[in-house]
């Protein structure tokens, strides 16, 4: 039987672990060295196999099954054959130690490559918890798992220092992770309203309202086109986002106006511009302002703009909050009575001729300016 020194075994071992045989094969166990002997001299073989268990397990929480699977999995099967040597050796021998040190060979290069991993990975680990951030994997979770298997493929070949494979494909990873954390940062900000677009369309803003859903489309290119340029500006996107939400659902609203308008028959056409006028002059009470119905309705907004301006700018030369304004305040007091009594005079009233119901009697223009698109 030819004799081998304990050191040169266990180089051996490693030397099948470095190259990833299938498992650790058995071999005649040596003589162990005087340092050896020395080290584990006071160690019950139990002692030795469940500190090595203790050495998984501790790997485990490293992570090294992420950062070195295949040398993790040599360590594991140093420790099966350390425990089956253990369990069928004679009283006094110590066969499990050449094992045991194949583990700690297998998992200090473990280690090892976790660390080159970390050092030359660093930019790929980044952008896998930037696209974790955006939620990727729940947009699309297929192109998530191939992505995240890429990076395990670069992995491997650190760990078998395939350097060669490793410097071609990590540039490409790089590119590929970056556009799609790009790409689903754009679908998270506009797809509520690519959704409100498609429901315009169901409701023919295209025909009813063309210059609205024109709008609403353009809104949502140029937004779409500038979160690509710059996805990392949170408040810029968020605000795109949300400028081609608004587009989307005002084509909407303005289709199902125009389309509800088309159906009024023409004399109740002058009730739907009073029910309007009746809106803007209960803005008037509230600031103020003497009855304006004696102009057009163009006209009638751009008072009630001018005068919200000036109360503005009343109230930063006081710089005091509206809410706590004198003036403000007296205001609004003011025009609660006169609703309030507004209000008391129409409940008074014990009969209405038709002609004299409020538009929302028979035709609620305000019902589908407001409500809310089919989910």
């Keep these: 039987m030819r004799k081998l020194s304990t050191v040169v075994l266990v180089a051996a071992l490693v030397s099948q672990l470095g190259c990833m045989s299938s498992a650790i094969k058995e071999a005649e166990l040596p003589p162990l060295s005087p340092e050896v002997q020395s080290r584990f001299a006071k160690l019950p073989p139990a002692a030795v196999i469940a500190d090595a268990e203790a050495q998984i397990k501790a790997a485990y929480i490293a992570q090294l099954d992420f950062y070195s699977p295949q040398y993790l999995k040599r360590a594991e099967e140093a420790l099966k054959a350390a425990k089956k040597e253990a369990r069928s050796q004679k009283p006094g021998q110590r066969g499990e130690l ?12 473990a280690a090892e490559t976790k ?7 660093s930019d790929v680990f980044k952008l896998r ?6 939620d990727a994997g729940h947009y699309k979770k297929r192109t998530y798992d191939k992505l995240m298997s890429r990076i395990q493929e670069l992995i491997s070949h650190i760990e078998a220092e395939r350097s060669d494979k490793f410097a071609a494909k990590l540039p490409v990873l790089i590119e590929d992770m970056t556009e799609f954390e790009t790409h689903t940062i754009v679908h998270n900000a506009l797809y509520p309203a690519a959704l409100a ?3 315009a369309e169901d409701v023919d803003a ?7 859903f024109a709008k609403a489309e353009l809104t949502y290119e140029r937004a779409e086109k500038r979160i690509r340029a710059n996805p990392h500006d949170a408040s810029t996107v968020t605000r795109l986002g949300n400028e081609a939400l608004v587009e989307a659902r005002h084509a909407f609203y303005v289709s199902r106006a125009v389309a509800a308008l088309q159906e009024v028959k023409r004399d109740k056409l002058e009730r739907i511009v009073l029910d309007e006028e009746q809106r803007l002059g209960q803005i008037a009470t509230v600031l103020s302002i003497n ?12 008072t ?11 109230v930063k030369a006081q710089q005091v909050p509206v809410s706590t304004s004198d003036t403000s305040e007296g205001k ?6 006169r609703l309030a009594g507004e209000e008391t005079s129409e409940v008074s009233a014990e009969q209405h001729d038709e002609a004299d119901l409020p538009v929302s009697e028979f035709f609620d223009l305000s019902e589908v300016l407001t409500e809310e698109p089919a989910k």
């Excluded at 050449?98 to 290069?109: D, M, N, P, Q, T």
């Excluded at 609004?332 to 009575?337: N, Q, V």
């Design 206 to 212: 295209d025909d009813y309202a063309p210059r609205s």
């Design 304 to 314: 009630l703009v001018e005068a919200v301006a000036d109360l503005v700018k009343s």
């Design 129 to 134: 918890d930037a696209l974790d951030r955006v």
């Design 115 to 121: 660390s080159a991993v970390l050092a030359q990975m």
């Design 332 to 337: 609004l007091s003011a025009a609660e009575e």
């Design 197 to 199: 677009l498609e429901e």
């Design 291 to 302: 009855p304006i119905y004696d102009r057009s309705l163009p006209d009638q907004a751009l």
């Design 98 to 109: 050449v094992y045991i040190l194949a583990l700690e060979a297998a998992l200090a290069r």
